[in-house]
């Protein structure tokens, strides 16, 4: 019932939310008195910030039209490359792009939120390389036709990926930008290509904020995934997708449960911000009332994962460490993350992160133990938190380009 009720709660609030939308407006509007008053402004923003707090959100679009090359702004190309039942392969070009220049397959993470938060990301990277990125489907929009996925399925998708970019590049292999969860599956991904010979494999491997091994410095999100039995998770957590979406009957792990966990990790800075929002509203500074909104616009899309990938994930990465014990399986094979002699490795971490803890990236570098130190490197993002490290200034300036450096170090 677990679904069935959080559908009651959304669809009441969504009702409230258009009406306090239209209150707004009208206690606002220039042509009303009360918009002159001391009641109107305090009023209209308050209705204002509950009417964007509770608004009901689907898939946001990436939306990037143009980047900023030498001043002057370059069209941007997204093109859909591969379609597949759990999530598609799409590539981001600018017009202006040397043909010489890398490809970068930026690998999202299916953690409740749709690779869109990656947006920033995708802006700066496509800058000076050819940008491919994972584009996750909502669990709840595939029918049990399609069958299951779970961890084994994410590692196959993400090296079909690379072949099928490496095959459209003339044999030319990509770079690989994992960020925060992906970071294993990419990392299991890379061993068994290198394994294997494979000639699509990444020449470059970026961990951005993941979890390769939790013991590292855990934090609230490891601590709370250690402290329950995988029964508990699975009895309390999983839902079954209600009959009016087209995963009916579906297991799932919902969206709006990662998303209410995210906010009560830090619910009083979620509130100041709101608050924030709210004065910047009456005091009629739009612009950073803004801000505000479309960070929430995109934090607030979520979607949901399947019961069999979030459950192996919590089991396999955050209970058990399998991939840094070596007793990670894919497909019956245990992944040897000695076989990574080609792929050279970077490890990115935020000195603030409270979801990864430091070391927990960089754990990965000495677990490849047959590469050469000179293919391995580690940089610590000082002052930035986990979002930090693949959005904002932060990233655009200082990760960015260390990013670009080792890529073309390694390339």
Not at 114 to 122: E, I, K, M, Y
Request: hydrophobic share 40%.
């Amino acid at each position: 019932m677990l679904y069935h009720a959080y559908e009651i709660q959304a669809a009441w609030l969504n009702s409230a939310s258009s009406m306090a939308s239209i209150g707004s407006e009208w206690l606002t509007n220039p042509r009303n008195p009360l918009a002159y008053s001391g009641f109107g402004p305090v009023a209209g923003s308050a209705l204002e910030v509950f009417a964007h707090a509770t608004i009901r959100r689907g898939k946001p679009e990436f939306d990037i039209e143009t980047v900023m090359i030498d001043g002057k702004p370059d069209p941007v190309v997204e093109t859909l490359v591969l379609h597949r039942p759990f999530g598609d392969l799409k590539r981001f070009r600018r017009n202006g792009l040397p043909d010489d220049a890398p490809s970068v397959l930026i690998v999202a993470p299916m953690s409740g939120h749709f690779a869109t938060l990656l947006r920033g990301t995708v802006e700066r990277m496509v800058e000076n390389s050819e940008v491919y990125i994972t584009d996750w489907h909502d669990a709840r929009d595939i029918p049990l036709s399609e069958g299951r996925f779970d961890l084994d399925d994410y590692i196959d998708y993400v090296i079909e990926f690379l072949q099928e970019i490496a095959k459209r590049n003339d044999g030319k292999a990509a770079h690989v930008v994992a960020v925060c969860q992906p970071s294993v599956p990419a990392l299991a991904a890379t061993a068994l290509m290198n394994g294997a010979k494979d000639k699509a494999a990444p020449k470059t491997l970026t961990m951005m904020g993941g979890p390769i091994d939790t013991r590292e410095s855990p934090t609230t999100v490891n601590d709370m995934a250690m402290k329950r039995p995988l029964s508990w998770f699975e009895q309390n957590v999983i839902a079954t997708v209600p009959a009016q979406y087209s995963g009916s009957g579906r297991r799932v792990y919902p969206g709006f449960m990662q998303l209410a966990s995210f906010m009560s990790m830090n619910l009083g800075g979620h509130i100041l911000s709101h608050y924030e929002m709210y004065k910047h509203l009456v005091s009629g500074d739009d612009d950073s009332a803004q801000l505000t909104k479309d960070f929430y616009d995109e934090y607030r899309s979520v979607c949901d994962m399947t019961a069999e990938f979030y459950l192996q994930t919590v089991e396999e990465v955050f209970q058990t460490h399998s991939l840094p014990n070596n007793t990670f399986e894919h497909r019956g094979t245990v992944i040897d993350l000695g076989d990574i002699t080609q792929t050279a490795l970077l490890a990115v971490e935020g000195e603030r992160d409270d979801i990864s803890g430091i070391g927990q990236t960089k754990a990965a570098l000495p677990l490849a133990r047959n590469l050469s130190d000179k293919k391995k490197q580690y940089y610590l993002a000082e002052g930035a938190g986990h979002y930090g490290i693949f959005n904002g200034s932060k990233w655009r300036t200082k990760i960015a380009p260390v990013v670009e450096e080792f890529m073309k170090t390694n390339g």
